[in-house]
């Protein structure tokens, strides 16, 4: 078995080598593993990270970062050209946390994917109750191929996302007993546009709700994703993979 873990920030709360996050994850059978930037210097370091097997990286600035746009985006925007670089984000708008006003995470959401058409690069996106505001911007731009990362929204907010030609990905709230609508969500979505991840060290399954996550714990959701789909965990591994290959390339 072969799993992809399409979005994780291993390295980022220095509690944890990443080297060994990494090491863990592949004895769990995660070979892959997307390391995502949420700003300059978080970008740079998934690029070093690149050298472990199997990492891939982007670049990005994330929507609650925003005010750093002016003092960093030449920075994303250089890394993002690199070839290695896979993917242009994470960046999109959150509500939830509302310390950056929104319209600076506009202006920052647009220059993502201006880059990302530029570069024909997917763009990872982080939206955090802000689907009508992200759907408003993804309507009036240019179409852009990428992934709702941490997907959180019900069917409608699917359906909109896959019309506008992304991906969903699945992280550990998949696992939680209360997410009935994100699981309809997740049993809605074409099997070919469906992704799983971490977002490590945030959001853990549910056996590790309160701790620190880490690639390895993809399983657990993985599992709860191919019940979900009335899939084997081995087949429900092989599509994310391929999925996540086909999307980053
Ligand atoms: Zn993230």
Known sequence: MQV????CHI????KVAPEDDHSRAVAASVG??????IDAPTS?????LARLPGVRWSAGLHPNDSTKFDEQ?????????DPSCVAIGETGLDCFRDRTPLAQQEHSLRAHLALARKLDKPVIFHCRDAFEPLFRVLDDEEPVRGVMHCFSGGIPEAKKSLELGL???FAGPLTYPKNDVLREACAYAPLDRV????????????SRRGRRNEPALIIETLTRLAEVRGLSLEAAAAATYDN????FG
């Open 4 to 7: 992809y873990d399409s979005h």
């Open 11 to 14: 390295g980022l709360d220095g």
């Open 32 to 37: 892959a593993l997307l390391v995502v930037g």
């Open 44 to 48: 740079q370091a998934a690029r070093e």
């Open 73 to 81: 985006w030449a920075i994303i925007d250089e890394l993002g050209h």
């Open 167 to 169: 991906h969903l990905s």
């Open 195 to 206: 992704l799983v991840e971490t977002d490590a060290p945030f959001l853990p399954p549910q």
């Open 244 to 247: 996540t290959i086909r999307l």
